[in-house]
């Protein structure tokens, strides 16, 4: 089986920088997903790393040690529109199955 | 425009009521993929599909069926629906099974 942990919820202020932590145990890894997903609406892809290293796309990183088990997304200069929950998903080669985290609620605040 | 396209949006039916929940994929994508989402527990897969006429079971398949008769459609068919099947349906597509996943607009299903 899989299990895939991060935190229930993060508060950080309007313009800072926030690492959301996400930790997975799994067989047959595949590659590490994050997702956006705005209350009341589907999730959107943000990133995916397969090789260890940090993976970066403009405010958004991503960070995989596959060794460790361990993958992070980094927000930097934070707005309030990224309030939203953040989703960590594991990819398993062996069945093809995608596992979801429970995902992080992230409040942004002036 | 690409998109995934999920019907009904909302529904609330009663206890043994057969239902099915439409998906549209017009990427034409290999991989879909039907979700539940609860407070708590995050996204669960129920089924997902390879291609057509391929489908296995996710985390969470018991209750539900699915078909892949065509390429872009993937419904989720609930035979006897029960309360606990109360729950955010998110219908998913991409080329592959590793790749990034196009999520529809999901389904908000209220069993009685």
């Known amino acids: 089986g899989q299990n895939i942990d991060q935190p229930t919820e993060m508060t950080a202020t309007e313009g800072a920088i926030v690492q959301i932590n996400c930790t997975y145990q799994t067989s047959g890894f595949n590659g590490l997903f994050w997702y956006q997903q705005h209350a009341g609406e589907a999730p959107t892809f943000l990133s995916y790393n397969v090789l260890d290293g940090l993976e970066e796309k403009g405010r958004f990183s991503s960070f995989l040690s596959r060794s460790k088990g361990y993958s992070y997304l980094l927000l930097k200069e934070l707005q309030m529109k990224d309030s939203a929950s953040y989703l960590c998903?594991?990819?398993?080669?062996?069945?093809?199955?995608?596992?979801f985290g429970g995902g992080t609620r992230l409040m942004v605040k002036p | 425009e690409a998109q995934v396209t999920q019907n009904p949006r909302y529904l609330i039916t009663v206890t043994g009521k057969k239902l099915t929940v439409t998906c549209s994929q017009n990427m034409n994508h290999e991989y879909m993929s039907w979700y539940r989402q609860d407070p708590g527990l995050g996204l669960r897969q129920i089924y997902y599909s390879m291609n057509v006429e391929v489908t296995d079971k996710g985390d969470v398949p018991e209750g539900y069926k699915v078909s892949r008769k065509e390429k872009r459609n993937f419904p989720l068919i609930l035979e006897s629906p029960s309360p606990n099947q109360t729950s955010l349906y998110f219908c998913?597509?991409?080329?592959?099974?590793?790749?990034?996943?196009?999520f529809g607009d999901g389904t908000r299903l209220s069993i009685l």
């Open positions: 998903a594991v990819h398993n080669n062996a069945g093809n199955m995608l596992t």
């Open positions: 998913a597509s991409s080329y592959q099974g590793y790749q990034p996943q196009h």
